[in-house]
């Protein structure tokens, strides 16, 4: 704890860090050349998709591990906005030929939301709606109940994520092509439900773009 809250105060004096490994780097670099030589790039530039599941598509550039987790880490808990800008331009090239009308970023619940002060998805689908001209959405989908996941059991949190996203009152994704965007795909619950509200409200087509996935759902 001590430790977590130190780094937080290097980071706010040192910004210029890089976001992977916290070496320090070269004034506005985002990344050192070590960490930019050794990302985890995925060789398929996405998950597979199950074909029960509601999107078409799961797109990503990287592995969820090493220095891209650490500086997704760094994103979430330690403010480090700016890893949004690094990271953009590598989704975007994951994504391929898709060419969505609506960007939509996986709403957070408002009370973390207030802690932490911005929603990390956010940060990421608002400059890749800018890069594909497409609309940005934040509040197609809203975030409700809230009970804090890390203090229900795990049953309980597996029926919270089955009621904790609604559709906004008056949004109308009919006929969309709508591009998901949230940083990491891990079990994909989150999205799942996400894109089944797209879907159930008309979208004609819903793909989900991460930073990461994670090793173990690869496995899955
Ligand atoms: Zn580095």
New binding site residues.
């Given amino acids: 704890m001590a430790c977590a809250f130190f780094n937080k105060i290097i980071t706010a004096f040192y910004p210029d860090?890089?976001?992977?490994?916290?070496?320090v780097?070269k004034s506005g670099l985002l990344?050192?050349?070590?960490?930019?030589q050794a990302l985890p790039f995925l060789e398929e530039k996405g998950a597979a998709v199950h074909h029960e599941d509601p999107f078409s598509k799961i797109s990503a550039p990287f592995w969820y591990k090493d220095?891209v987790r650490h500086a997704i880490g760094q994103m979430k808990f330690y403010g480090r906005k700016d890893a949004a800008k690094f990271f953009v331009p590598y989704m975007v090239q994951a994504l391929e030929d898709f060419s969505p009308e609506w960007v939509v970023p996986v709403p957070m619940a408002e009370h973390r939301r207030k802690e932490r002060g911005y929603n990390q998805a956010e940060l990421l689908a608002e400059p890749i709606a800018g890069l594909l001209s497409a609309e940005y959405h934040p509040e197609v989908l809203a975030r409700v109940g809230s009970v804090a996941q890390h203090d229900l059991s795990a049953r309980l949190r597996r029926l919270e994520a089955n009621h904790s996203f609604v559709l906004a009152n008056g949004a109308s994704p009919a006929g969309k092509r709508i591009l998901l965007v949230d940083d990491v795909f891990t079990t994909g619950s989150t999205l799942r439900r996400c894109a089944w509200l797209l879907k159930d409200a008309g979208a004609s087509e819903v793909v989900c773009l991460t930073i990461a996935v994670t090793p173990r759902f690869q496995q899955d």
Avoid at 17 to 23: A, F, H, K, M, T
């Fill in positions: 860090r890089c976001l992977l490994c916290g070496e780097v990344c050192c050349p070590k960490c930019a220095g």
